[in-house]
């Protein structure tokens, strides 16, 4: 575990139960294959979705950093958390191999892309008329992304290092891996 996190650590939950760790992994994957498709039409360059493409290749960049950067590092890593990525990251990686600081800043997609995704998605429907399943799976969209705030924020209310992680939704002081 890095140095700055271990004295930072809470009471919490040491091994989270599968059902919920699949769960809520297959909430994020419906919302990634929808914003997916939501960018499918946005973009299509030599017939190919061009935006959906960017959208996959981003995604699966910024989801192996991730478990580098803040999963090797957590106390979690080779252990189920509530997203079972500690158990993924000590496959792919060697124990405290990442940054902190790069970590912190990796998390800002799980902020950031939802509003991108749903504008870019609100102005090609307006400008194209989208059809009426591209509304159902933008609805979708938002439905899956305000469910999973909650789920969230109960994985994280469990955790060990909800104090301390970069990508924690319930942190109650101002901690964070650049200040320590």
Same mark, same amino acid.
């Given at each position: 575990?890095?140095?700055?996190?271990?004295?930072?650590?809470?009471?919490?939950?040491?091994?989270?139960?599968?059902?919920?760790?699949?769960?809520?992994?297959?909430?994020?994957?419906?919302?990634?294959?929808?914003?997916?498709?939501?960018?499918?039409?946005?973009?299509?360059?030599?017939? !190919?979705?061009?935006?959906? +493409? %960017?959208?996959?290749?981003? /995604? &699966? #960049?910024?989801?192996?950093?991730?478990?580098?950067? =803040?999963?090797?590092?957590?106390?979690?890593?080779?252990?189920?958390?509530?997203?079972?990525?500690?158990?993924?990251?000590?496959?792919?990686?060697?124990?405290?191999?990442?940054?902190?600081?790069?970590?912190?800043? !990796?998390?800002?997609?799980? +902020? %950031?892309?939802?509003?991108? /995704? &749903? #504008?870019?998605?609100?102005?090609?429907?307006?400008? =194209?008329?989208?059809?009426?399943?591209?509304?159902?799976?933008?609805?979708?969209?938002?439905?899956?992304?305000?469910?999973?705030?909650?789920?969230?924020?109960?994985?994280?209310?469990?955790?060990?290092?909800?104090?301390?992680?970069?990508?924690?939704?319930?942190?109650?002081?101002?901690?964070?891996?650049?200040?320590?």
């Amino acid at each position: 575990m890095y140095r700055c996190y271990k004295s930072k650590n809470v009471e919490g939950v040491e091994l989270f139960p599968i059902f919920s760790v699949i769960g809520e992994n297959l909430l994020l994957l419906a919302t990634w294959v929808i914003a997916g498709y939501l960018f499918w039409p946005v973009w299509i360059l030599f017939n !190919l979705p061009m935006l959906t +493409i %960017i959208w996959i290749v981003l /995604v &699966l #960049i910024i989801q192996v950093l991730l478990k580098k950067h =803040n999963c090797s590092g957590c106390y979690y890593y080779d252990k189920r958390c509530h997203l079972g990525w500690g158990k993924i990251s000590s496959a792919l990686f060697e124990q405290d191999s990442g940054d902190p600081n790069v970590g912190m800043k !990796l998390s800002l997609f799980y +902020i %950031i892309t939802p509003p991108i /995704v &749903l #504008i870019l998605s609100l102005i090609y429907a307006f400008i =194209n008329s989208a059809d009426t399943a591209y509304w159902a799976f933008l609805i979708l969209f938002i439905a899956l992304n305000v469910l999973s705030f909650p789920i969230r924020k109960h994985g994280c209310s469990k955790c060990v290092m909800r104090e301390v992680c970069p990508g924690s939704a319930v942190k109650t002081n101002e901690n964070d891996a650049s200040a320590i």
